[in-house]
């Protein structure tokens, strides 16, 4: 079967789907010119994971994480949801008119896919634009470009961080479970430009494919899912996206 023709098949069994879930990641808002994490543009290429995206890192010095985090800030401000985000929220807005259900959890920290007004949505990761008290942990928006810092809780003076997981860190207990329902529960699960190395996310493949889904890929290259997915397409998220709902 030519790589057109299963697309097509995709496509199909998307137009009839009762319940879709996606997971995304970097390679979704690559195409937004946003630097993923790994591979030869990647940000782990200039900066180490373990300086600056560990809570170990932020206790040594919040002052630096702060400055890295200032500067994604202001990298992500310029940048906006591309045509793959975009035939996400057609995806949903064309289930839910037929009483389908359609979940997307992203692993990326930028907003976009808020940003494009996809409406169910679990951040899996947090958000950028959001902040937490490393005291009270109370959690609010921040949209400030560029964040004065350290930044301090208005509440009890002490330093906020970003409300990112980082490594080594749980993620949301809420998050989690309506990760697990949402792919437990689907019949196609979706997973658009993510390594798949970045654990609990990397296992949410076989979690779908056990309860019954129908598993598909799409990235600029293979990863170590390809292998247990049901199909595997190579390209842009920007073009395989839009395809599979036959916008091309
Ligand atoms: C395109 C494209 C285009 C490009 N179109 N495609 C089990 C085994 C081993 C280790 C662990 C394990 N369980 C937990 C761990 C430890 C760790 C982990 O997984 N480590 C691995 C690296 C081995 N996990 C954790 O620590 C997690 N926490 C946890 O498990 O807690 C347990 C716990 C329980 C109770 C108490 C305490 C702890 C937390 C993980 C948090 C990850 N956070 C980060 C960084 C946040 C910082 C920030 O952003 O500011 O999140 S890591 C980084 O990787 C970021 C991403 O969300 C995540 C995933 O990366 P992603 O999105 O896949 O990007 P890339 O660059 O890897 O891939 C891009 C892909 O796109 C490529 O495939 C390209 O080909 C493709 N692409 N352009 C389509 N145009
Ligand atoms: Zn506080």
Redesign the pocket.
Known sequence: MGVEQSLDDVRLRLAQARAVTVL?????S??SGIP????TD???NTFR?ED??TPEAFAQDPHLVWKW?NW?RELIATKHPNA?HEALVEMERRLESRAGRFHLIT???DGLHRAAESRHVTE???N?WRVRCTRCEGVSDNRDVPIQIPPMCIQCRAMLR?H????????AEEDLRTSYEALESCEILLI???????????SFAPVAKAAGAYVVE????T?PSTEVVDGAFQ????D?VPALLGQR
């Open positions: 995304t990641g970097s390679g979704i690559a195409d993923t994490f790994r591979g990647g940000l782990w994971a600056l995206a985090y994604r793959a692993q990326n920290v899996l990761h947090g950028i970003p990112i997981v980082w490594f080594g860190e749980a993620l658009i430009g993510t390594s798949g190395l970045v654990y609990p996310a990397a799409l990235n600029l290259e990863t390209g842009r998220a920007k395989l």
